[in-house]
């Protein structure tokens, strides 16, 4: 059974940093593109950062140059280091594959930035 649980959230002041882990159970993680989401409260769910098998990245505009996402396919983990945060990025953060799976949407990691 497919399971995917984030960790790392918190709450931190507007300019700090945050690292999200993602660690994936019963898949053979590195066959497959993963993808960060956030939803904000009353908003949509929204792709922020995806990253190949291979390790290339790409970015939503409204995170380039502020977050970092990696993965270590021996630890079935993807990572989101997410630095100069702002308010505007509080939201529930997910990892899923890349396009997501419904049924695999695990409980988020919850990040408050406040200012």
């Known amino acids: 059974q497919v399971q995917l649980v984030e960790s790392g959230g918190g709450l931190v002041q507007a300019g700090g940093s945050l690292r999200l882990s993602c660690s994936a159970s019963g898949v053979i993680f590195s066959f497959d593109t993963m993808g960060w989401y956030r939803q904000a409260s009353g908003g949509q769910r929204d792709l922020v950062a995806d990253i190949t098998t291979r390790g290339t990245a790409n970015y939503a505009d409204f995170v380039k140059g502020r977050f970092t996402v990696s993965r270590d396919n021996a630890k079935n983990t993807v990572y989101l280091e997410m630095n100069s945060l702002k308010p505007e990025d509080s939201a529930v953060y997910y990892c899923?594959?890349?396009?997501?799976?419904?049924?695999?949407w695990g409980k988020g990691a919850l990040v408050t930035v406040f200012s």
């Open positions: 899923n594959f890349r396009p997501p799976v419904s049924r695999f």
